[in-house]
């Protein structure tokens, strides 16, 4: 989650002061995403630096001044465009399993069918934990949270159904080498002859 971009979008509403904003994200995310106090304040003083937003100073009944932010004329164009950016997932890149479905199949102490048959096991525990929390939540008020949580469904399914594909493909990847990079040349160049 962007703590910087969530902030942006809960003052494009109200000014709010730092502990309302750290009570106000999980409430209305409502999604299970924990941001500590001192995370919003650190985030709050590199985002006035950079004059996204503004503080002015607000006495309390029997409190200290606390500081209230404003979105500025910046903070809401950056708003703007981090709303207007389509989000993509990158996945060329590989993540934590596909590192470990290489490595077991170019030799590891572990076997590639227990590596899959893990993850699996931990995917479907997900799948189960996501649809319980899911089938709890009330249809009218909690429509953002379920569809969050409709997202997440599908992508697990999706890694399960992979996961099958990969079990299905086994001998063939089990016959999978790496390229190997071409070999070094060893000494010193021939008199007259230059590097290229």
Not at 6 to 30: D, F, M, Q, V
Not at 79 to 89: A, F, H, N, Q, S
Not at 138 to 160: C, G, K, S, V, Y
Request: charged letters at 30%; aromatic letters at 6%.
């Amino acid at each position: 989650m962007s703590v910087k971009h969530a902030i942006l979008a809960l003052l494009y509403n109200e000014e709010l002061h730092g502990y309302e904003i750290s009570k106000r994200l999980p409430l209305t995310l409502n999604a299970g995403w924990e941001v500590k106090p001192g995370q919003v304040a650190s985030t709050l003083t590199r985002l006035e630096s950079a004059a996204l937003l503004t503080h002015h100073a607000e006495a309390g009944n029997d409190a200290p001044e606390r500081k209230v932010y404003r979105l500025t004329d910046q903070g809401k164009r950056e708003l703007i465009d981090w709303l207007l950016t389509p989000e993509v997932r990158d996945y060329r890149s590989g993540d934590d399993f596909y590192l470990k479905l290489i490595f077991c199949l170019i030799g590891a102490p572990v076997d590639i069918a227990e590596v899959i048959r893990q993850q699996r096991r931990q995917l479907y525990q997900e799948l189960h934990d996501v649809t319980q929390l899911r089938e709890q939540l009330d249809a009218e008020n909690d429509l953002p949270f379920q569809l969050l949580l409709d997202t997440a469904i599908m992508h697990l399914d999706a890694d399960i159904r992979w996961l099958e594909m990969c079990e299905v493909r086994l001998p063939e990847l089990r016959r999978y080498r790496p390229p190997q990079p071409p070999p070094l040349t060893r000494g010193r160049p021939r008199s007259g002859v230059k590097d290229e």
